[in-house]
């Protein structure tokens, strides 16, 4: 899998929680301070950003994964491209705060020209005063009406305490009306890929 966005999307922080979470670090390391597995390079540590594909493994419910941080800045495109072709499924960051960006949108042109299955990630939830409906009606727009939300964050903002998922039998009061609409999204995409499934 690669991580692609623009910069400040994220990538390098989840790259950074998954491998802790699968128990290949002991600690979460952070951009701010210098201390990230994939942006090992000096000149990444200084600007805060990455500038190289880097590649890190884990294992997961014993399943081995591949992952490849890439650079969100479009000076270094090339390395997101690049990161691209080794690999099947894109992650597309898309920092919740700032909806969808130029690069956001060249990064996801560059994944669904080589065929690439592509999950979209939403990141910095805790950010304040961020419109959930607003944030897919913009994702829908430019990416395409098959990004369909299948996990849902209970709030934006600090308060944010669980994602929950849409199908799910734990689905709070609060998501209830957005899961229901949702679901029927996502059923309506799958159906319209199979004829005889659309017209039963």
């Given at each position: ?13 989840l790259a ?7 128990k ?28 190289l594909?880097?590649?890190?493994h884990?294992?997961?419910?014993g ?10 800045a479009?000076?270094?495109i ?5 990161g ?6 894109a992650i ?11 690069a ?15 999950v ?27 990004a ?10 600090h ?15 609060n ?12 059923t ?13």
């Open positions: 899998m690669t991580l692609i966005g623009s910069g400040g999307s994220g990538k390098t922080t950074e929680t998954l491998l802790h979470h699968c290949v670090t002991t600690r979460k390391g952070s951009v701010e301070e210098k201390n990230t597995l994939t942006d090992w390079d000096e000149e990444e540590k200084e600007r805060q950003h990455s500038i594909a880097t590649p890190v884990m294992r997961w419910d399943r081995h994964i591949n992952l490849i941080d890439t650079p969100g479009l000076d270094y090339g390395e997101a491209v690049c691209l072709a080794a690999s099947e499924t597309l960051c898309i920092n919740a705060h700032d909806g969808v960006s130029v956001t949108r060249r990064l996801f042109r560059a994944a669904r020209d080589l065929g690439m299955a592509c979209i990630a939403i990141t910095r939830l805790e950010f304040d005063n961020v419109d959930a409906h607003a944030l897919v009606d913009q994702i829908q727009s430019t990416i395409g009406e098959r369909v939300p299948i996990n849902l964050p209970d709030t934006f903002g308060d944010v305490s669980q994602v929950v998922d849409i199908f799910g039998d734990d689905v709070p009061e998501l209830q009306e957005a899961a229901a609409k949702y679901r029927q999204q996502v309506d995409r799958v159906v319209e890929c199979d004829d005889d499934l659309l017209e039963s």
